[in-house]
Every structure is written in structure tokens, then in C-alpha cells.
């Protein structure tokens, strides 16, 4: 049997041992699956924000139809005879028809449509691990349930006239869809894959690839994760408020433009921000630790570094949010950017989650390499 491989955090290439029962190449597939599918959970939820800040939200009045048809109008004449009294309790009697917006949300159902059939894949390529590591299938078919329940959701936004607290709930399901697949992924790698370094002896001019064992790692690394996963929630459950009110803002103060927006906001705005240094500060020291130890040239080094480039990224899109006078552009990546940071986190804490711990040990912790 052939040795499955995965490119290390240095580039180099890392052979992952063979274990009995799943396949290299059907642990291979379903990594690459589920990565597509992680990716792709990514690219709607940028959709979904620029659906929401260019208010195309009732682009589509109904659901699963769009006008009742099922490829949506482009033109005015296109549409049932009975429009602007069928649709009325959703704006339209006195809102104009506009293709843009139409389309805007017609692409996004489709990309969820897409997110649902590459969802059903992953779970079919997470066959294999049912008897060796039922995890994997198990948290790729949660994956899949609550891609599907949020769909459901995304249907009662529309039915809701785009109640804010509606947004809010599909919001907290996609974060539930990315937290299975990562877990997924992260035990299906395994940690000779994601711990994995080289390390070249001089004098030998041989080349080890060694995984440092989570025990060399401070006993309350794992708190540490936890605490900033933590506050990373608490002020994502901010910004949800605080988009809470924009959205209201918006509709109900329509004598106010985008730039007065932020002066509307309640005070929560204010802890929303101050609280992202606090942020910051825990990602910073987070870095730090994981830079001390071992782990700095593995997976979790890098996923670490990453962390803290995005959370002064995020920083910087609020700063823009609240002194540019509320971009539009901003809202999307804004939102993007903070469903990224929480990828990370739960990915820095899938890998010292005890149950990975568990699996560590079972696997030797130095793996001589041929010479590179
Ligand atoms: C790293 C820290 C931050 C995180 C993780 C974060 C996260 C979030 C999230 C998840 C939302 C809800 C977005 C949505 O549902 O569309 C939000 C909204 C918002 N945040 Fe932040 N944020 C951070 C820092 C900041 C800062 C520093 C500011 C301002 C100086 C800011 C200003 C805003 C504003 C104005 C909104 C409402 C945006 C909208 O309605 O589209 N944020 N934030």
C-alpha cells in the first residue's frame, strides 16, 4: 500500500503512514473534498454579506422559486401579470424591479444548491473511515444536516421579510457547518500530517521529520485556546447585535445616509470595538506561546500566525466601517474575515483537543525519511 502524502507547513512534502482500513487514496480524496467544501462555505458566506449589504435580500420575494420561476426574470414584462399585489407584503407594491438584485440572490441560492451537493460528496467520501475513525463520518454528516437546516433557515429569512434575528440564526449555522467539516479534516489528517516538521541533522546530513507531542506544550495551552475562542464568540455576538441595529437603522431611518449610520448605533458599538483589542491582544500572546515551543514551524504555528494578520485585518475593515463612512464593500469581507478567524481558532483547538492528543500517541513521534 502506497503512503498517502501532504505538503508539511515548510512546503516539503510529508508521508503519512498507512493505516488499515481507509485507503491513502480515500483519506487523500475526502481531505481534498472537504477542503473544496470548507472553501466553497467560505465563498457563499461572502455572497450571503453582499447580498445583505447591497439589499438584495427580496431579490427573490419567494422560495425555492424566485417570482415563481424558476430561472428569475431580467425584465419587468417578465414577471406574473399579479406582481405587485402578489408580492406586496414583501415591498413590492411600491418597490421597483431590479434584475441586479434579482440575480444577486438567485446566485446565492445557487451557490448554496452547489455547498449542498458538495456537502452529499463529502459525506460519501467519509465512508471509509465509518469503522476506523467514525468521527470523521460522523462530523462530515453534521456538516451536511446543518447545511441543509440552514438552507431551511435561509428560506424563512425570505419568509420573514429578512427579520434581523432570522439573519442572526443563519448566521450562527454556518459557523456550526464549518466547526464539522474542520474537526472532519483535522482528524482525517491526522497528526503526522498537521504536527509534522523536518528537521535536518548536520552531522548526519539526514533529514527527520519529527511531530512534537502536544504535551510539550504548557498544560493550560488548551484553556488558552478555549479563552480566545471564547471572546472571539462574545464579540462575534457583538457584531451580530450591532448588524442587528444597522439593518433596523437602515430601514426604519431612511432620511439618514450610510455615513450617519454609525452615529445611530448603540453603545454596544463602542464595546464591539474596545473589545477587539482585547481580541488581539489574547491572539498576540496565543502567537507567542506557539512560537516558544515546538510547534512554531508545524500547521498550528502557521495557522496561529494567520490568526493574528486577520484579527488586524478585521480591525482595520471596523476601522474603515466606522471612519469611511460605512463602505459597502466593508460589510461582506467584514463578516467574512471574522467566520475565517473562528476557522482558524477551531482548527488550533481541533489539534489540541485531547481526543487529537489521544491520537497522537498512538503514532510514533519520529519518522526517519529517505534523503532529500
Ligand atoms: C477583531 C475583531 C472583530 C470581530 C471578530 C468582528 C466581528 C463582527 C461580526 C461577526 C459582525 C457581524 C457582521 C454581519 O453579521 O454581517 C460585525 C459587525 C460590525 N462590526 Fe465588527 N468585528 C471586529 C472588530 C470591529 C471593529 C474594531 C469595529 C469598529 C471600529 C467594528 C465594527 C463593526 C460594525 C460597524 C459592524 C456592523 C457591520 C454591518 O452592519 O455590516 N468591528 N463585527
Redesign the pocket.
Known amino acids: 500500500m502506497s503512503n498517502l502524502s501532504m505538503p508539511s507547513a515548510d512546503g516539503s512534502a510529508v508521508e503519512l503512514p498507512a493505516r488499515s482500513g481507509v485507503k491513502p487514496h480515500e483519506r487523500r480524496r475526502f481531505i481534498w473534498m472537504v477542503l473544496i467544501t470548507i472553501t466553497a462555505v467560505y465563498f457563499l458566506i461572502l455572497v450571503g454579506?453582499t447580498v445583505?449589504?447591497t439589499g438584495a435580500g427580496m431579490g427573490c420575494p419567494d422560495w425555492p422559486l424566485c417570482f415563481g420561476q424558476f430561472v428569475p426574470p431580467t425584465q419587468e414584462s417578465q414577471l406574473p401579470p399579479d406582481w405587485r399585489v402578489r408580492y406586496a407584503d414583501r415591498g413590492y407594491d411600491t418597490a421597483d424591479f431590479d434584475p441586479v438584485k434579482t440575480w444577486t440572490e438567485y446566485l446565492n441560492r445557487l451557490v448554496g444548491a452547489t455547498i449542498g451537493l458538495l456537502a452529499i460528496l463529502t459525506v460519501l467520501a467519509a465512508r471509509p473511515f465509518r469503522r476506523e475513525q467514525p468521527v470523521v463520518f460522523w462530523s462530515s454528516l453534521g456538516g451536511l444536516l446543518f447545511i441543509a437546516f440552514n438552507g431551511w433557515l435561509g428560506s424563512m429569512v425570505v419568509a420573514s421579510n429578512l427579520r434581523p434575528v432570522m439573519i442572526s440564526a443563519h448566521?450562527v449555522g454556518a459557523f456550526l457547518v464549518q466547526m464539522c467539516f474542520i474537526y472532519a479534516v483535522v482528524r482525517a489528517a491526522g497528526p503526522q500530517a498537521l504536527l509534522a516538521q523536518r528537521i535536518t541533522s548536520p552531522q548526519a546530513g539526514q533529514t527527520t521529520q519529527q511531530s512534537p507531542t502536544l504535551r510539550e506544550l504548557p498544560s493550560w495551552f488548551r484553556s488558552l485556546v478555549l479563552a480566545t475562542l471564547a471572546a472571539?464568540t462574545l464579540?462575534?455576538f457583538l457584531?451580530?447585535q450591532?448588524?442587528e441595529s444597522?439593518d433596523l437603522i437602515s430601514r426604519i431611518a431612511t432620511d439618514l445616509t450610510r455615513d450617519q449610520w454609525?452615529e445611530a448605533i448603540p453603545w454596544i458599538?463602542e464595546v464591539?470595538?474596545s473589545f477587539?483589542w482585547v481580541?488581539?491582544g489574547l491572539c498576540l500572546y496565543l502567537m507567542f506561546r506557539v512560537y516558544q515551543s515546538p510547534f512554531r514551524r508545524t500547521r498550528a504555528g502557521l495557522m496561529a500566525a494567520l490568526l493574528v494578520g486577520f484579527?488586524a485585518f478585521?480591525?482595520a475593515l471596523?476601522?474603515a466601517?466606522?471612519h469611511l463612512g460605512f463602505p459597502l464593500i466593508a460589510?461582506p469581507v467584514?463578516?467574512l474575515t471574522?467566520h475565517l478567524?473562528f476557522g482558524l481558532l477551531w482548527f488550533l483547538y481541533a489539534v489540541v483537543s485531547p481526543s487529537f492528543s489521544k491520537a497522537q500517541s498512538k503514532n510514533s513521534k519520529t519518522m526517519d525519511l529517505q534523503h532529500v
Open positions: 454579506g445583505r449589504a448566521m472571539l464579540q462575534i457584531g451580530i450591532i448588524r444597522v454609525i458599538f464591539h470595538r477587539s481580541l488581539l484579527t478585521e480591525m471596523g476601522g466601517l466606522n460589510q467584514h463578516l471574522a478567524m
